[in-house]
């Protein structure tokens, strides 16, 4: 099977979308009978045994003419197959789609902008799905009632456990001396706001402004370039917010030497840093909100993600050492099942179904109809 993969997302961002594509694309190279291709658009990471071929970056203005340059090199390549790492799609070859989360439609977005049109365009065009979570599943037929449940499978994010592994406690020491991390820290990893606030990392901050008896710093890693000077006015004295850039190394670090990841998002379609920090030896705090309780188990504190009085409690709690013991215990025992090549093998599966959904003559027709559309508005694209 020759698969056609469209790099897009490592041209768009470096989050955790890009770290999904990043570790399953080698290992469904390594699948038998399996050839990939990717469309290098820029930034893409090194990936063993794929051939890149250099192609033009993506613009969402004019996404229907990047469908008929798609199709053109999908005709030229022979590919058997398409998948984007987001959703750009070409005319008439079967494909299938991950999705990764249905923030946009959960918090209501607005889908009059160009790119999340293109998602519900990525939606309608692919035949099979491949879902990072039973609540990503479940949302995605909520609002895509038409998609028949049995072309919808779910595979769970996996994780790189050589990277993100118990680390002694000399390598710690040395992390917290080069970021200066010499008081007891709380980490937040990742976005802090987003669109509607749904991160809500602003409740870490408003439990930290009364935390008696937590003499402790926050660290952030990652995210919007600045924390709002706002969200530090009111800290108790003496507590200092440090924001930083890691390497995954260090980003293993800097979970092992935490207090606890607190991650009060209000949804996720998956929530890698918990994972990555259960892995790295740190207690988690989150919610049970979209997939988080779904993926923390019996593995974290959970809490509302609504109430400031009991996360404070949570980061109190977990200090304690037989709490802290538990989690960590927990933690370790409940990432062992998650694995990239999990999600590789399935998206593989997924393909093939759609390989074969593409003989069909329902599926031809489709495609033929979708090709007559969108050629229609690439040539309206430009009048607009």
């Not at 992390?175 to 200066?180: K, N, P, S, V």
């Not at 007891?184 to 990392?201: D, L, M």
């Not at 990841?261 to 988690?284: D, K, N, R, W």
């Not at 099942?337 to 593409?358: C, I, K, Y």
Request: proline fraction near 5%.
């Amino acid at each position: 099977m020759k698969i056609v993969v469209d790099g897009v997302f490592f041209q768009l961002a470096s989050t955790g979308i890009y770290r999904v594509w990043a570790s399953i694309l080698p290992l469904m190279a390594r699948l038998p009978d399996t050839e990939i291709v990717l469309l290098d658009r820029g930034k893409s990471p090194p990936l063993p045994g794929i051939r890149k071929i250099e192609f033009p970056r993506y613009t969402w203005n004019s996404s229907a003419a990047d469908s008929r340059l798609l199709e053109m090199f999908c005709e030229d390549a022979g590919a058997d197959v398409f998948v984007s790492t987001y959703y750009t799609t070409p005319l008439t070859v079967p494909s299938a789609l991950i999705i990764h989360d249905m923030i946009p439609e959960v918090f209501k977005f607005d889908f009059s902008g160009r790119g999340w049109m293109e998602k519900e365009i990525a939606i309608a065009y692919a035949s099979r799905f491949i879902c990072v979570s039973e609540n990503t599943r479940s949302d995605l037929l909520k609002f895509y009632p038409d998609i028949p449940e049995e072309r919808v499978a779910i595979a769970h994010c996996g994780l790189d456990k050589a990277n993100f592994r118990v680390r002694d406690a000399a390598e710690i020491a040395a992390f917290r001396a080069r970021y200066g991390l010499d008081r007891p820290y709380f980490i937040h990893v990742g976005s802090r706001e987003q669109t509607h606030g749904y991160k809500n990392a602003v409740l870490m901050f408003k439990a930290m402004q009364n935390l008696p008896g937590v003499d402790a710093d926050i660290l952030c890693v990652g995210g919007e370039p600045k924390v709002p000077a706002e969200w530090c006015e009111d800290l108790q004295p003496g507590t200092r917010v440090h924001h930083v850039h890691l390497t995954d190394d260090e980003l293993c670090l800097a979970y092992a030497g935490a207090e606890a990841l607190v991650f009060p998002s209000l949804y996720e379609g998956f929530g890698m840093p918990l994972t990555e920090a259960m892995s790295s030896g740190c207690p988690v705090i989150t919610t049970e909100l979209g997939s988080l309780g779904e993926v923390a188990g019996d593995a974290a504190l959970l809490i509302s993600g609504k109430d400031v009085r009991e996360l404070r409690e949570a980061m109190r709690n977990v200090r304690d050492p037989a709490t802290r013991e538990r989690l960590i215990a927990a933690g370790f025992r409940r990432v062992a099942s998650f694995d990239w090549d999990v999600l590789a093998r399935a998206v593989h599966t997924q393909l093939q179904n759609a390989l074969e959904d593409g003989k069909t003559a329902e599926s031809q027709a489709f495609h033929a109809e979708w090709r007559r559309v969108r050629l229609i508005q690439e040539a309206v694209d430009p009048l607009l």
